[in-house]
């Protein structure tokens, strides 16, 4: 279950998954925020405007799959000009072009949140997506809490999703963390009667500005700890599937990107790691740089072959100067692409299947 932000090079990045890995895959997509004008000082778009062609490109990009679908990133005070509450216009337009979209809440929602959350289930038939924090499970009224959600919604364990999210802790030491984590799964109630239970969570560093230029290998500490974790659960006990955030990190800030020198990096998953290659910023410098940091990926050893993904081709042709180098948005599909698919088949060969 990838968890991904709704924007353009992600959804590219799904759209041009192989159709193994997209059968193999349930993305949770949070709809961003509005962006923030910051010359003029306010939203650079309607709440109308930012989700008005959701529906018909969640039905063309992820071509009538299922999906979590969480809009926890809007402001609660929106609504769209015809009155409507921006989780009912967004299923609205699912529905419309004929997607399967199921509902993501959780226990700190507003009421009008819930409210729309309800009406959907109701009009849809559907399942509910149900994301639990870390701090939300440790609490002691998060049983009270949770039924009390459950009720208001209508519907049972068995209709519902569950997602721990992790976000992104402190790993370490891993040994205690595992061990953190698996006392909560023991304290989660009617385990297992949930109809899917996912951990999802990420290491990734929050901003690229805290690496070095050049090449340097992060550890998928969230990969790592899952297969500890599923190796030290007993054989009754429930497994949960795998989540993550792919190659970002779950907090956002508004940035004046006036301001913002982003830089040219590639972020490529490797075998429990990440292989990040940094450059200089594109505004001083330039994208011409990627063909070098395709050159070096591709004999870094590491590469895992022009075949693997429609990212990985992308790099190879990269690297021979037969395609572009792109903009930003082109290597962020480029590495969330690559990601998922070496993700499912991480999943499939440590599972056995």
């Known amino acids: 279950m990838p968890c991904i932000r709704w924007k353009q090079g992600e959804y590219q990045a799904l759209l041009r998954l192989k159709l193994e890995a997209k059968d193999s895959t349930t993305p949770l997509f949070e709809i961003p925020e509005i962006g923030w004008d910051f010359e003029s000082q306010e939203e650079a778009k309607t709440i109308d405007e930012h989700l008005e062609k959701f529906g018909k ?21 929106e609504r769209m000009k015809d009155g409507r509450h921006p989780m009912q216009f967004v299923f609205d337009g699912v529905r419309k072009y004929e997607g399967w979209a199921i509902p993501v809440t959780g226990i700190g929602r507003d009421n009008a949140y819930q ?24 609490s002691n009224e998060f049983n009270s809490e949770l039924e009390t959600l459950l009720s208001k919604l209508s519907v049972q364990p068995e209709e519902c999703h569950l997602v721990l999210d992790l976000e992104a ?33 990420t290491s990734f560093p929050e901003t690229m500005g805290q690496l070095k230029v050049g090449v340097q290998i992060l550890k998928r500490y969230e990969w790592v700890v899952y ?12 497994k ?58 591709v004999s870094s050893g590491l590469f895992a072959g022009n075949d693997f993904s429609v990212g990985d081709e992308y790099v190879r042709n990269c690297a021979l100067g037969k395609v572009r180098p792109g903009r930003l948005t082109t290597w962020r599909w480029v590495g969330t692409n690559h990601h998922i698919e070496k993700t499912v088949r991480d999943v499939a060969s440590f599972a056995g299947f």
Not at 116 to 130: E, F, M, N, R, T
Not at 180 to 191: D, E, G, N, T, Y
Request: aromatic share 10%.
């Open 115 to 138: 409210k729309a959350v309800a009406q959907i289930i109701s009009q849809d038939h559907a399942s509910l997506c149900l994301r639990v924090a870390i701090e939300e499970v440790s």
């Open 240 to 297: 949960p599937a795998f989540g993550d955030y792919v190659v970002a990190h779950p907090e956002t800030s508004k940035v004046d990107m006036r301001l913002v020198k982003p830089a040219a990096s590639i972020r490529y998953t490797i075998d429990d790691a990440w292989y990040v290659v940094k450059g200089q910023n594109v505004r001083d410098h330039g994208t011409a740089q990627y063909v070098k940091h395709c050159a070096v990926l």
């Open 57 to 77: 490109r969640f039905s063309e990009k992820w071509s009538y799959r299922w999906a979590f679908v969480d809009l926890k990133m809007i402001d609660p005070n």
């Open 169 to 201: 802790p402190n790993f370490e030491p891993l040994d205690g963390f595992i061990k953190m984590l698996q006392s909560l799964i023991a304290k989660l109630p009617h385990l297992e009667r949930w109809r899917t239970f996912t951990i999802c969570g």
């Open 227 to 238: 297969k500890m974790l599923i190796k030290r659960l007993g054989a009754r006990e429930r």
